[in-house]
């Protein structure tokens, strides 16, 4: 199957730092990358859209100033989330479509702690 | 937004044992994805399958798709421990441009060795 990368898999940062998570997608084109959140035991919460070379769409209740999401490839997204704070201690998740297909591939994960 | 509901929301079965899970969706589609997630880990694409299949299969995996019905069906037959994980169905209608993909609670499967 084809292969995201995301990275990196774990951060540990102190509140009111920014992190900067990648998403890859290595041996394919993406079309439009997806970001999600993960609370423990539960499903994964949609956060934005994202095409390349535009304006992310965001989830209603995600604030866009606080998970800065730019899509400046058709293999590359990042999500940065801006002056952490604990509560946005969490697992994030990234996807890709694969363009022509439309299969949707997901990267790894990575797991923020902000203390 | 197209979301898929798994069900049921939790299946325990033994090792050797047939395990299916079923996604049941709300519009047109054309097409509809399985995966798997493990605890902590982000999710494997198991299978896609268009709305012109009736049926796919990928090694122990098998998938129907009843558009009429509007659900899917996943089979996992001759299950093994490594399968416990949790399963999420992915329907999807791409129309040129692009559509979020939003995902239900999943089916955690929980193979007893």
């Known amino acids: 199957g084809a292969v995201v990368s995301q990275h990196p898999s774990r951060v540990i940062c102190k509140s009111g730092t920014s992190v900067k998570i990648e998403c890859r997608s290595l041996?394919?084109?993406?079309?439009?990358m997806f970001w999600y959140r993960q609370f423990p035991k539960q499903s994964l919460m949609l956060m934005a859209t994202?095409?390349?070379?535009?304006?992310?769409?965001?989830e209603q209740g995600v604030e866009k100033d606080k998970f800065l999401i730019n899509h400046a490839s058709l293999t590359l997204s990042t999500l940065t989330v801006t002056s952490a704070h604990p509560e946005d201690s969490s697992f994030y998740i990234c996807?890709?479509?694969?363009?022509?297909?439309?299969?949707?591939?997901f990267g790894e994960g990575s797991r923020l702690t902000v203390l | 937004s197209q979301q898929g509901e798994e069900d049921p929301q939790a299946l325990s079965i033994q090792e050797g044992e047939n395990a299916t899970m079923n996604c049941s969706y709300k519009?047109?589609?054309?097409?509809l994805q399985w995966y798997r997630q493990n605890s902590g880990r982000g999710l494997v694409h198991l299978i896609l399958?268009?709305?012109?299949?009736r049926e796919k299969h990928s090694g122990r995996l098998r998938v129907t798709l009843d558009t009429s019905k509007k659900s899917s069906s996943l089979l996992i037959t001759a299950s093994r421990a490594a399968d416990t994980a949790s399963y999420f169905c992915?329907?999807?209608?791409?129309?040129?441009?692009?559509?979020?993909?939003?995902f239900g609670t999943g089916t955690k499967l929980q193979v007893i060795p």
């Open positions: 996807s890709a479509r694969r363009q022509y297909t439309g299969e949707l591939f």
């Open positions: 992915a329907p999807a209608l791409d129309s040129g441009g692009y559509q979020k993909v939003t």
């Open positions: 994202s095409n390349e070379g535009s304006k992310a769409t965001y």
């Open positions: 519009t047109s589609i054309n097409n």
């Open positions: 399958i268009r709305s012109n299949e």
């Open positions: 041996d394919f084109q993406a079309t439009t």
